[in-house]
Each structure stands twice: as C-alpha cells, then as structure tokens.
C-alpha cells in the first residue's frame, strides 16, 4: 500500500504523510524538512544569544573599571576599583598602591 501524500502546512511541501510530525511550538503537523530546520534555528539562536550575552557582560566589565596610570613605568590600564584587580601594573610588575 502507498503512503497518501500531504502537504505540510508550515511550507507547503508535500510530503509522506506517516513521515510528518507535531510540532507543538507550531502546533501544527510539519515535514521532516520543517523539523530538521527548526532545531538549527534553535542552535542559532542560542549561538547569537550567547554571543549577545557575552558582548553584555564585557560592556559591564568595561563599565566598572577606572583608568589607571602606573606610579613606576606611567603604562595606562584598567582597574576594577571593586575588586582591586590587578594588584600590580601588567607592564612592570610594580604593586599598584591607589585606586
């Protein structure tokens, strides 16, 4: 006996119909190709939300730490005044004494 075919109703494809699923986001029956699709959306959107999400948290950072200048070498660089981090200049290794 051979499969009826029906047309997914996210596409429009035609497509075997003991081959296509419920997709309960949609909530409508798909074809293999719609679900296939799906799940890579799904790993993009995560991608670019982690890279967002990165790109926040570094603006953060940048947002929190002062312009210092080194008592010893004068090489300028950040400081988290919260955290004192870091305690020595990356440059020459001299302790930083104020923030």
């Known amino acids: 006996m ?9 596409c429009g494809n035609k497509a ?5 699923r419920l997709d ?17 959306h799904k790993e993009i959107e995560k991608e670019v939300f982690h890279k967002e999400e990165e790109a926040r948290q570094i603006q953060e950072e940048k947002s ?4 210092h ?3 010893s070498c004068g090489y ?7 955290t004192k981090v870091p305690k020595n200049c990356p440059y020459c290794n001299a302790r930083v004494t104020s923030y």
Do not use: T
């Open 69 to 71: 200048k080194c008592n």
């Open 16 to 20: 075997p119909a003991s081959q296509l």
């Open 64 to 67: 929190s730490k002062i312009a």
């Open 2 to 10: 051979q499969d009826v075919m029906v047309s997914c109703k996210k």
């Open 24 to 40: 309960v986001d949609l909530r409508m029956v798909v074809c293999p190709e719609c679900i296939k699709n799906k799940h890579v």
């Open 76 to 82: 300028k660089f950040m400081i988290n005044p919260e």
